[in-house]
C-alpha cells in the first residue's frame, strides 16, 4: 500500500457567511469556527443545502475540507472558487461539481465523516460556495477548511506515534475505591522530520509555532497519509500543536531535525 507524505494546512479565516438553511441556534457561522468542534452548522430538513462566505482578502486555496459532517452513502459536496459572489452563485473559475462527500466509502462509528478535496494547483480566490446535495433530513458539519497544503521535503522518521490523550482521571483510593472522572478522549500525533532546510523551516513550519492576529491559539490542519484508504479520515487531525515549533541542528544548513507533537480536536 501507497504511503504519502504528510501535509499541513493552516485554515483560512472565514466571513461574511451566508445560507439557504440553518437552525436558529445551528448557525452556518459555526463551521468557521474550527477551534469549537462542539460547535456546528445543522440544516432544519434537507432543502437549500448551500453555505458561502468570504476569505480575508484574495487568497491561494489547494484544499478544501467540510469536517465532521453527518453525510450519508448518496450524499455529495459541490465546491465553487472566485473572486466575485457572482461566480461563485453561477459559473466560477474552480467549480468541483458534485463529489460523494464519503469518499473511499467506509463506516465511521461516530456517524460524522470528513470530506478531502486536493485541487490540481491553487486557486486564487476571494469568495466560497459549498453546495450539499442527495442528503435526507438535516445535514450538520463541524468545520469547514480551505486553505494551502505544506508538505514537508522528506518524509518522517520511522519512530512516528498516534495514540489518545483522556483528559478524563482515574483515581484509587487506599481502600481500593474507584473514583473515575469522564474526560474526552483526544487523538494524538507525534513525529519527527529530519534534513529540514532554513529555507524549509522558515516558509513551511515557522508560523505554525505563531498566534492569531488576535492572539488566539492557531488551529491546524494536518493530513498524516492522504492516500485515499479506509484509513485516511483516521489519520486526519484537526486541532492544535502540543509542542511549540523548533529545529535542532548544527552549523550544517541542512542537518535540522523538527519534532511535531500534536493534540487532536477532531
Known sequence: MAIRKPFAVLPLALSNIATGNAKSNRSANHIALPQFPGMRWESDGDSNLWVRGQFDG???????????????????????LGTTQAEVDGTAPYDSTALTLIDPARTEASGLYHSHLELPSAVEARWWRIDIGGHTGDFSALALIFGEKREP????????????????????????????????????????????????????????????????KRVVFWAFNPEPTVRRQAQTFLGFMARDIFKRGNDVGVANTMDFQFRALL
Open 153 to 216: 521535503s522528506n518524509f518522517y522518521n520511522r519512530d512516528r506515534e498516534v495514540g489518545f490523550e483522556d483528559l478524563g482521571s482515574l483515581e484509587i483510593a487506599r481502600n481500593g475505591v474507584v473514583s473515575d472522572t469522564p474526560g474526552t478522549v483526544l487523538r494524538t500525533l507525534l513525529f519527527r522530520l529530519a534534513w529540514v532546510s532554513e529555507t524549509e523551516f522558515y516558509e513551511k513550519w515557522s508560523d505554525l509555532g505563531q498566534r492569531n492576529a488576535d492572539g488566539s
Open 58 to 80: 484574495t487568497q491561494p486555496v489547494d484544499f478544501v475540507s467540510l469536517m465532521g459532517a453527518n453525510a450519508q452513502v448518496g450524499t455529495t459536496i459541490r465546491v465553487r
